[in-house]
């Protein structure tokens, strides 16, 4: 079974930093990997979703890498803002389960002014 | 450009009562998907329907029931609502198909459940 692990599981930058979140997967058979943000209260918001075949997908301020062998993926965000604040899920798909999302737990994310 | 729509989007319930979430997606996608998603558990699969006429169990299947009713309609019941039921359910779906697609889900906007 595919278990997604994300580090750290809260965190609280000052507004302008440069910050990583990081996602582990234990199944490095994978078909692709989404990344996805949610707002307390809220449903799930697409980030960004990297192939297979792919080593990284920018978006904006975003940019996410996959590296499969190692099987980590890493969420950059460029100059954070407050409205960045939110919780990020990494989520792995894999064949199993008619391709299901396996998600990790989030990262909470703090941006203050 | 409706996508995923889920119905209701709040409930309470007494224990032992029970209801159907229904869900219906307009993107012509062959796979569904049902998720809970609790504080510190993330979202758990608890069934799948990887096509028109097929479902399957998925990591949480247990005190649930499904109906894939069509391409467009995959709904969620619970015969007799526990409190451990108390969650928010998410509805996905996905074109499974390996043509030109990626595979990405597409979720709807949850439905809260509280059951007393």
């Known amino acids: 079974k595919q278990e997604v692990t994300q580090i750290p599981a809260a965190l609280s930058v000052p507004e302008g930093e440069n910050l990583v979140l990081n996602c582990s997967f234990t199944?490095?058979?994978?078909?692709?990997l989404q990344w996805f943000r949610q707002d307390p209260g809220k449903g799930l918001t697409s980030l960004l979703l990297?192939?297979?075949?792919?080593r990284e997908q920018t978006s904006g301020r975003l940019n996410a890498s996959l590296d499969k062998s190692s099987g980590r993926s890493t969420l950059y965000i460029a100059a954070s803002q407050p409205g960045d604040s939110a919780t990020y899920l990494c989520a792995a798909q894999n064949s199993n389960s008619g391709y299901a999302l396996n998600f990790g737990k989030g990262t909470s994310l703090l941006v203050t002014p | 450009n409706a996508g995923v729509t889920q119905t209701p989007k709040f409930q309470v319930l007494k224990t032992g009562q029970s209801m159907t979430l229904q869900c219906a997606q307009d993107m012509n996608h062959n796979s569904m998907y049902w998720y809970r998603q609790d504080p510190g558990m993330g979202l758990r699969l608890i069934y799948y329907s990887a096509s028109e006429g097929t479902t399957d169990k998925g990591e949480v299947p247990n005190g649930y029931n499904v109906s894939r009713l069509n391409k467009r309609e995959f709904s969620l019941r619970l015969e007799s609502a526990a409190p451990s039921q108390t969650s928010v359910y998410f509805c996905?779906?996905?074109?499974?198909?390996?043509?030109?697609?990626?595979?990405?889900?597409?979720f709807g906007e949850g439905s809260r459940l509280t059951v007393l």
């Open positions: 990297i192939q297979s075949s792919q």
């Open positions: 199944d490095s058979a994978i078909y692709n």
């Open positions: 996905a779906s996905s074109e499974r198909q390996i043509t030109r697609v990626t595979g990405e889900l597409f």
